[in-house]
């Protein structure tokens, strides 16, 4: 990147028109990259103490931020510059990602536990949807415009797309917080972690189908679903899984970590990654995950790209549009 950033980058970049490259800051502001790393712009002109830690979900030119200080934001980029459309602000901080329905709508959720459902014209509320706890998961939808999303709470809800109640799953386990953002399969599976260690899956109607206990470290990090059924997931214990996505076996994992020497009588050094490391894979099948020492590549399958489902990963598809349908 050409441009210093004062603050770490708090979450997931998103790739959008002309392949601009859009990142949220812990100093509170967004980032708009060239695909050659010059810098674009920054929004707001000014700094603030509220983090950005919401990946933005882009439709084309536009993007839709949420951050720490409660706003909502479409944002238009013009180019070296940008412009606001609209700003709304939500109940509580924003540390889940936005997401683009099949309608247009946008989803988004807030600490508070409410599930926001915004007009993409004028930003108007459409409907809330009260949860049980606070929201750190990000949305998934389905072709329907069903929601699926996590609480801290323990539960996996369903919201269906006016705003009505669907299903939930409660995980009645100690350190139950569903952290980890929700995919959906094929036939309407969804998958997601739990900090408890374990990886689940649920039929469309919310019926348990399996869990694989894989760790006793959180598995905070959203689950990637690849062509040839296998689910990938990270763990805070620097480990990638790979999953039977049929009965949810464990195929086999691999510990992500390098010891960087930093010279006699002292520690091998660590990354100060911050983060909650999903997957993602390219068209050769070859998986991409992020630890606390780096950032890897691991050797997959060629038939194990990504799955062509409603949501198969964080944020929809590989360039974390957040937008249903986006390839």
């Known amino acids: 990147v050409a441009a210093p950033v004062p603050e770490p980058f708090g979450c997931s970049p998103a790739i959008g028109a002309g392949n601009a490259i859009y990142i949220g800051s812990d100093d509170g502001k967004v980032y708009a990259y060239a695909p050659n790393g010059g810098l674009n712009w920054s929004m707001p002109d000014t700094f603030?103490?509220?983090?950005?830690?919401?990946?933005?979900?882009?439709?084309?030119?536009?993007?839709?931020?949420?951050?720490?200080?409660?706003?909502?934001?479409?944002?238009?980029?013009?180019?070296?510059?940008?412009?606001?459309?609209?700003?709304?602000?939500?109940?509580?901080?924003?540390?889940?990602?936005?997401?683009?329905?099949?309608?247009?709508?946008?989803?988004?959720?807030?600490?508070?536990?409410?599930?926001?459902?915004?007009?993409?014209?004028?930003?108007?509320?459409?409907?809330?949807?009260?949860?049980?706890?606070?929201?750190?998961?990000?949305?998934?939808?389905?072709?329907?415009?069903?929601?699926?999303?996590?609480?801290?709470?323990?539960?996996?809800?369903?919201?269906?797309a006016d705003g009505s109640f669907g299903w939930r799953d409660s995980i009645a386990t100690a350190d139950n917080d569903i952290t980890s953002s929700p995919i959906v399969g094929a036939d309407g599976s969804i998958y997601f972690g739990c900090d408890n260690g374990s990886v689940y899956k649920l039929s469309s109607s919310?019926?348990?189908?399996?869990?694989?206990?894989?760790?006793?470290?959180?598995?905070?990090?959203?689950?990637?679903?690849?062509?040839?059924?296998?689910?990938?997931?990270?763990?805070?214990?620097?480990?990638?899984?790979?999953l039977a996505a049929d009965d949810g076996q464990v195929l086999w994992a691999v510990h992500m970590f390098v010891a960087l020497d930093r010279g006699p009588g002292r520690s091998p050094r660590r990354l100060a990654l911050d983060l909650i490391p999903s997957p993602v894979v390219d068209s050769y099948g070859i998986v991409y995950c992020a630890s606390s020492t780096g950032v890897f590549a691991i050797a997959g399958r060629p038939s194990g790209t990504l799955a062509s489902t409603p949501w198969p990963m964080f944020h929809h598809d590989a360039k974390h549009t957040g937008k249903f349908g986006a390839r």
């Open 48 to 160: 603030s103490s509220d983090e950005m830690s919401a990946t933005p979900a882009v439709d084309g030119s536009f993007l839709y931020v949420g951050g720490e200080d409660r706003w909502v934001r479409k944002v238009q980029d013009n180019g070296g510059t940008w412009s606001q459309v609209w700003s709304v602000q939500l109940a509580a901080e924003i540390l889940s990602s936005p997401a683009i329905a099949p309608n247009g709508n946008i989803i988004v959720a807030d600490d508070s536990g409410y599930v926001n459902a915004l007009d993409p014209n004028d930003g108007h509320t459409l409907w809330r949807y009260p949860t049980t706890g606070g929201l750190t998961s990000s949305p998934a939808l389905d072709a329907d415009g069903n929601i699926y999303i996590g609480t801290d709470q323990g539960e996996l809800v369903c919201i269906r």
């Open 206 to 242: 919310g019926t348990r189908l399996w869990t694989s206990p894989l760790t006793n470290s959180r598995v905070a990090a959203t689950p990637l679903l690849c062509a040839d059924g296998v689910v990938y997931i990270a763990a805070e214990n620097d480990s990638l899984y790979a």
